[in-house]
Structures are given as C-alpha cells and as structure tokens.
C-alpha cells in the first residue's frame, strides 16, 4: 500500500522559511509524479506544486511561483517544498499526494489518488 508522510511543517513568521518532506514508502519516486497541496481553514483544497517522474519538471500554483520550490530524492525516496517568503495567507494544512502516474501534466493537481495525512503550516508573527 502506497504511503506518504510529510513532516516539517511549523510556526513560522512572515518572511520566514520552512522545507517540508513527503517521505514516499511502497513506490518508487522514479514511477509517479508527486504533487503538494494545501488547504485553510473554510477554504477549498488547492494544489501548490507538482513534479513528474519522467524529468523532473515542476509545475507551481500562480500564488506560490518564485517563492517556493519543488525537489526530489530519489536515494531518500523523498520529496521537499522548500518555502521562502512565507506570508500569513500560507497558512494551511499542506498534503502531498501521488497520482497513478508519472508526470504532472497537462492537469497537474488531478486525479490523485494517495495522500498523506498532512502537516500545519501557520505563518504569523
């Protein structure tokens, strides 16, 4: 069974840094895409960041493009967000997730189907 767990997220204040892991277990990362996704309180679940498994090509919402940053290990099996210039509207539970293949596009934040059971992220001063 496919498993994912994130860890790292925390409190942080406005302009800070914080760098999420989705530790992947029962696949390899050389086989899926893995993408990120957030969701607030009262808000919808939106997609933040994605990258394939093909290329390593990467694929950021409009509203964290130039801030965050999307890697892969594939030794670890293990995937980051690194996030710089937190702002409070970052504030959100963040998932990551595995859709059943290998790249991203052409709709990067549909069709996944595993997901981890998500960390906070609360940016505030």
């Known amino acids: 069974q496919v498993q994912l767990v994130e860890s790292g997220g925390g409190l942080v204040q406005p302009g800070g840094s914080l760098r999420l892991s989705c530790a992947v277990s029962?696949?390899?990362?050389?086989?899926?895409?893995i993408g990120w996704f957030r969701q607030a309180p009262g808000k919808e679940r939106e997609g933040v960041s994605c990258?394939?498994?093909?290329?390593?090509?990467?694929i950021y919402s409009d509203s964290v493009k130039g801030r965050f940053t999307i890697s892969q290990d594939y030794a670890k099996n293990t995937v980051y967000l690194e996030m710089n210039n937190l702002k409070p509207e970052d504030t959100a539970v963040y998932y990551c997730?595995?859709?059943?293949?290998?790249?991203?596009?052409?709709?990067?934040?549909?069709?996944?189907?595993?997901w981890g059971q998500g960390t906070q992220v609360t940016v505030s001063s």
């Open positions: 029962e696949f390899s990362l050389d086989h899926y895409a």
């Open positions: 997730a595995a859709p059943r293949r290998s790249s991203c596009g052409p709709r990067p934040f549909a069709d996944f189907a595993s």
């Open positions: 990258i394939s498994a093909t290329d390593d090509s990467t």
